[in-house]
């Protein structure tokens, strides 16, 4: 990026990085509405319910992905600004490799403690059978999302935030139209449904590998040097986020214990817009958070060249 430039057009920079950051969030929240437009269509409220049910699963991936990724990419940044290249690439690839653990680790978890969840919430017969279908699938999709994202922070972070936009615009039409093939024409259940969301992630994943063979300027991925010292700072810049994130999906795991005991499944359906409304302006939230860490990154890099 050409520091001159960034300096007397600092407000039309912020915006050409924070709109592409925008948009490319309010699509990556879109794939998981698009998937509740096709099982309320193609299979009904129960299918509803139960990806509802799942949706303090999301929340839990968002908030150990943010954790690490906001974190990380905000030291880098302050890195980047010094011209320290070689600690700020430490600092993606450690980044990187801590999301992928944790992301796995939870996917774990999860498995773990499935049947346990769905006991809990009283989740039983199309319910508890769509939510052991949709979300062993989603699992993956869900590891995947968590790594995808961490990657677009750093592309973002590296001047090319209108690269990312277009990966996620390429994720969401993939993600559409496997919908309707998958549901509409081969009535695949949901099952079909999660299949389109992490085929969509797999190839969100190799768009972004291929831009960091051959087109990233700064972030390289090479062998990893691991620091305790920067997974410290890390965790700690991003415990906000993760707060953040946990605290919704622990409103939204309330919400569901009580309307299923008081209503049942169909108010847990209808209990669901708004669950989607929340998932929506929580991954807004973080372009917001972008937004923060690009204008802390100028502040640094301006104080260090000038």
């Given at each position: 990026?050409?520091?001159?430039?960034?300096?007397?057009?600092?407000?039309?920079?912020?915006?050409?990085?924070?709109?592409?950051?925008?948009?490319?969030?309010?699509?990556?929240?879109?794939?998981?509405?698009?998937?509740?437009?096709?099982?309320?269509?193609?299979?009904?409220?129960?299918?509803?319910?139960?990806?509802?049910?799942?949706?303090?699963?999301?929340?839990?991936?968002?908030?150990?992905?943010?954790?690490?990724?906001?974190?990380?990419?905000s030291?880098?940044?302050?890195?980047?600004?010094?011209?320290?290249?070689?600690?700020?690439?430490?600092?993606?690839?450690?980044?990187?490799?801590?999301t992928?653990?944790l992301?796995?680790?939870?996917?774990?978890?999860?498995?773990?403690?499935?049947?346990?969840?769905?006991?809990?919430?009283?989740?039983?017969?199309?319910?508890?059978?769509?939510?052991?279908?949709?979300?062993?699938?989603?699992?993956?999709?869900?590891?995947?999302?968590?790594?995808?994202?961490?990657?677009?922070?750093?592309?973002?972070?590296?001047?090319?935030?209108?690269?990312?936009?277009?990966?996620?615009?390429?994720?969401?039409?993939?993600?559409?139209?496997?919908?309707?093939?998958?549901?509409?024409?081969f009535?695949?259940?949901?099952?079909?449904?999660?299949?389109?969301?992490?085929?969509?992630?797999?190839?969100?994943?190799?768009?972004?590998?291929?831009?960091?063979?051959?087109r990233?300027?700064?972030?390289?991925?090479?062998?990893?040097?691991f620091?305790?010292?920067?997974?410290?700072?890390?965790?700690?810049?991003?415990?906000?986020?993760?707060?953040?994130?946990?605290?919704?999906?622990?409103?939204?795991?309330?919400?569901?214990?009580?309307?299923?005991?008081?209503?049942?499944?169909?108010?847990?359906?209808?209990?669901?817009?708004?669950?989607?409304?929340?998932?929506?302006?929580?991954?807004?939230?973080?372009?917001?958070?972008?937004?923060?860490?690009?204008?802390?990154?100028?502040?640094?890099?301006?104080?260090?060249?000038?």
């Amino acid at each position: 990026m050409n520091l001159e430039n960034i300096r007397q057009h600092t407000i039309k920079t912020i915006l050409q990085f924070s709109v592409p950051s925008i948009i490319a969030m309010v699509l990556t929240s879109l794939i998981t509405v698009a998937d509740g437009f096709f099982i309320g269509n193609y299979i009904g409220k129960d299918g509803i319910a139960a990806v509802n049910l799942g949706l303090p699963v999301i929340y839990l991936f968002l908030a150990i992905g943010l954790m690490v990724s906001v974190g990380g990419v905000s030291i880098a940044g302050m890195s980047l600004g010094a011209k320290d290249f070689a600690k700020c690439n430490q600092i993606f690839r450690q980044t990187i490799f801590t999301t992928a653990l944790l992301a796995v680790l939870t996917g774990l978890f999860v498995c773990i403690f499935f049947e346990s969840m769905l006991d809990f919430l009283r989740a039983e017969g199309c319910v508890r059978e769509y939510f052991r279908t949709y979300y062993r699938i989603m699992l993956l999709e869900l590891i995947l999302m968590v790594v995808n994202s961490s990657f677009g922070m750093f592309i973002r972070g590296e001047g090319n935030p209108q690269f990312y936009m277009k990966i996620n615009i390429l994720s969401i039409f993939t993600n559409i139209i496997l919908d309707y093939v998958f549901a509409g024409i081969f009535q695949t259940g949901v099952a079909g449904i999660a299949a389109a969301s992490l085929i969509s992630a797999i190839l969100s994943l190799i768009c972004i590998l291929w831009y960091f063979r051959k087109r990233a300027k700064i972030y390289r991925l090479e062998a990893i040097s691991f620091s305790a010292e920067i997974l410290k700072t890390t965790f700690l810049n991003g415990s906000s986020e993760f707060i953040g994130e946990m605290s919704t999906g622990i409103a939204m795991f309330a919400y569901n214990f009580v309307i299923m005991r008081k209503i049942g499944v169909d108010g847990v359906t209808a209990f669901t817009i708004v669950g989607y409304i929340s998932y929506v302006f929580s991954e807004n939230k973080v372009s917001c958070i972008s937004l923060e860490k690009l204008i802390l990154f100028f502040k640094c890099t301006f104080t260090m060249v000038y």
